[in-house]
């Protein structure tokens, strides 16, 4: 009996690779990205952008190799579905100034809280980790847009 359900389980496992989600893949930058919001958005800032926040933030996802492998990729996809809903770098372009701002201003406050990148990201991709160092540019370059942030620790 229990090879049978072991049989079973191995059958679905296998079937179900054959059922994958859509990928977030977009290419390039997108008109609406936010470095096309600010122009004068130093590179560093965009590099840690790109390289800390883009995967679930963005069009532009990089997908590790476990993202082929049924379920992990439909836990994936809506992991980054939700991350995009929540705030979505490439479509920065269409929020009004309200809301830019306050996205930027809530950016600078989950990182310096340890809430972004998620616990769940960084165990496993650890040059997501943002530094102290890093923080402190990006606070820095939203309060330099006028946006009020929270002190520096």
């Not at 609406?32 to 600010?38: A, E, G, K, L, T």
């Not at 479509?91 to 809430?115: P, Q, R, S």
């Amino acid at each position: 009996m229990v090879k049978k359900i072991l049989i079973g389980l191995l059958a679905v496992l296998v079937v179900i690779q054959f059922i994958r989600p859509a990928k977030n893949n977009g290419s390039g930058i997108a008109a609406n990205d936010i470095s096309m919001v600010y122009a004068d958005m130093p590179q560093q800032v965009q590099t840690l952008l790109q390289q800390k926040c883009y995967d679930c933030h963005s069009h532009t996802t990089q997908y590790p190799w476990y993202a082929n492998i049924q379920p992990v990729a439909w836990w994936l996809a809506d992991h980054v579905e939700e991350g995009k809903a929540h705030l979505n770098f490439s479509e920065f372009k269409t929020y009004n100034a309200e809301k830019a701002a306050h996205k930027l201003e809530e950016v600078v406050e989950e990182v310096a809280e340890g809430e972004m990148p998620l616990k769940s990201y960084t165990l496993i991709h650890r040059d997501a980790v943002v530094t102290t160092e890093e923080l402190n540019l990006l606070r820095d370059w939203v309060a330099s847009k006028g946006i009020e942030v929270a002190e520096k620790h």
